[in-house]
């Protein structure tokens, strides 16, 4: 299912149709559309980060971030900036991911510690957003506990655009719990999964089912080489 079927099914069944009940506000300036179920939320900051809008965790959850990063959207659309995310804001932002349309700029510099794991840019053009969600999903399920790492970078091989280098992090205030490290995830088609991850020797020969090896013109094209013996 594309992203945009995605954004269609799931907003489709958690928004309310009503224009001023359903919505809840941080701030007098910051509002956003509720009962979005997680699956929503998650399909909507999938959304925003597709078209340059939020640099946050996919983690489905509405906060500061999330309603920041709509209204973003809102702004460089042209649209009302009212943090609402009703039918014109859904309609214009399902074009513009289905355009490859990068809507904002701010987001490239901004950096988030909220939710599940944050995400500091630079993440290198190409970089999809589906990479992105398989790399976020791999550290949950395997990484050090929510909250304490980061995706720091995130970057697209020239020789192989199926593959990405990407590299993990200690999320502020956490230096001392968490050891970096880096991998790679691989796409297929739309569908992208993590093929690797440590601090060293990755993608390196003799590989494994878990880790298989990579391509060594990807390595190099990364600046990546394997040990000698």
Excluded at 113 to 137: H, L
Excluded at 150 to 167: C, G, H, K, N
Excluded at 174 to 194: I, K, L, P, R, T
């Amino acid at each position: 299912m594309t992203l945009v079927a995605l954004m269609a099914l799931t907003f489709a069944a958690g928004c309310s149709s009503s224009s001023t009940r359903g919505t809840t506000s941080s701030s007098s300036t910051s509002t956003t559309r509720a009962g979005l179920s997680p699956t929503a939320v998650t399909a909507l900051q999938t959304a925003l980060s597709a078209v340059g809008c939020y640099a946050g965790s996919i983690d489905g959850t509405i906060g500061p971030a999330t309603t920041k990063a709509l209204r973003a959207f809102q702004a460089a659309d042209g649209l009302s900036v009212d943090g609402v995310y009703g039918s014109s804001t859904r309609s214009k932002l399902a074009e513009a991911v289905s355009a490859g349309t990068k809507v904002c700029s701010s987001a490239s510099t901004s950096t988030t510690t909220t939710g599940a794991s944050t995400t500091t840019r630079p993440i290198g053009p190409g970089v999809s957003t589906a990479a992105i969600a398989a790399i976020n999903a791999y550290e949950l399920h395997n990484g050090p506990p929510t909250g304490t790492w980061q995706v720091t970078s995130a970057e697209q091989s020239t020789v192989d655009p199926m593959y990405i280098l990407f590299r993990i992090g200690p999320a502020p205030g956490h230096e001392n719990q968490v050891q970096g490290g880096y991998g790679f995830a691989q796409g297929s088609g739309a569908a992208w999964s993590v093929i690797g991850f440590g601090s060293a020797g990755v993608g390196c020969p003799p590989g494994s089912t878990q880790a298989p090896v990579v391509p060594s013109a990807v390595l190099t094209g990364f600046g990546l080489s394997c040990p000698s013996n």
